[in-house]
């Protein structure tokens, strides 16, 4: 494998599966066209199928309502088992910014209607006597996606109603056992962004990057039963697992190696590093 294979991991989607998904004429996602058809043979009072994508014709006014409309669908195509399950956290639907959200989603529900998911990514590292380590974690048996798979030191999900400095503090508290102030430490280095399809739908998601140099003497240690455990490995066997082996959970290749980039492990020498740094931020 190479590390341009691993971004073509998260980028892998066939535009003729989908179709957008609009609400008053504004795109908001993409569903897949079997997805459309089961909506409109179930519920063809409250969706239709034009040229331009699936329309949500009967989705009422107002931020409030349409989350309150949307929350009420969502139940009914579980209950129809058109969708899985529930995750409990609401994400913002927009089609720029999380701020400017129209209305709001359930977080697994959100790939089946191809929504723009935004969360947050955090490499833990030490600066030791012979180079750079990065602390890995092992995501836990029994997560529902990619259980056992390393895993960034810390990784989440953004949620409505918390700023990206609250759900930092919020996940490196959870997942690593870390105080406020040492999270605070954490540097914000850009967002990467790739569409990806799966079973649910499609994944055009971004992802905000943090470095956190962390003391020698500090280990991360999981509080919210997510993580199995640690590990701290010099930055050459990270990057060697990343680029030879299927350990990592896919979107955490793409953090992984835009630190490779920036602190010069990854350097212009390499035969696909323009390629590579210009593939890691692909918004849909």
């Keep these: 494998m190479s590390f341009l294979e691993r971004i073509d991991e998260c980028n892998r989607w066939a535009t003729g599966d989908?179709?957008?998904?609009?609400?008053?004429?504004?795109?908001?996602?993409?569903?897949?066209?079997?997805?459309?058809?089961?909506?409109?043979?179930?519920?063809?009072?409250?969706?239709?199928?034009?040229?331009?994508?699936?329309?949500?014709?009967?989705?009422?006014?107002?931020?409030?309502?349409?989350?309150?409309?949307?929350?009420?669908l969502c139940e009914m195509l579980i209950a129809r088992g058109l969708i899985r399950y529930r995750h409990g956290e609401d994400y913002p639907v927009t089609s720029g910014r999380r701020e400017d959200a129209r209305f709001l989603i359930d977080r697994a529900c959100a790939p089946y209607f191809g929504i723009r998911a935004f969360g947050q990514h955090i490499n833990g590292f030490v600066r030791a006597d012979d180079g750079l380590r990065m602390w890995i974690a092992r995501r836990a048996a029994d997560r529902r996606v990619y259980p056992n798979r390393l895993d960034n030191m810390v990784a989440g999900g953004l949620p409505w109603g918390l700023s990206l400095r609250e759900n930092l503090r919020k996940e490196c508290a959870e997942e690593a056992g870390m105080p406020a102030t040492l999270a605070d430490r954490a540097v914000s280095v850009g967002a990467i962004s790739y569409c990806r399809a799966s079973k649910r739908g499609l994944k055009p998601d971004v992802m905000y990057c943090y470095d956190l140099e962390l003391p020698a003497d500090f280990e991360p240690q999981c509080q919210d039963s997510e993580v199995a455990g640690f590990e701290l490995m010099p930055i050459e066997q990270v990057a060697e697992r990343v680029r030879e082996t299927d350990e990592f959970k896919l979107n955490c290749n793409l953090v992984i190696i835009d630190f490779l980039v920036r602190h010069g492990v990854l350097t212009p020498d390499h035969p696909d590093y323009l390629e590579i740094v210009q593939r890691l931020r692909s918004l849909a």
Aim: glycine share 10%; proline share 4%.
């Design 18 to 72: 989908f179709t957008p998904f609009l609400v008053a004429g504004e795109r908001l996602g993409m569903v897949r066209r079997e997805f459309a058809d089961a909506l409109c043979g179930l519920l063809g009072t409250r969706f239709a199928r034009a040229d331009e994508g699936l329309h949500w014709t009967s989705a009422p006014n107002g931020f409030a309502l349409r989350t309150e409309a949307m929350a009420q």
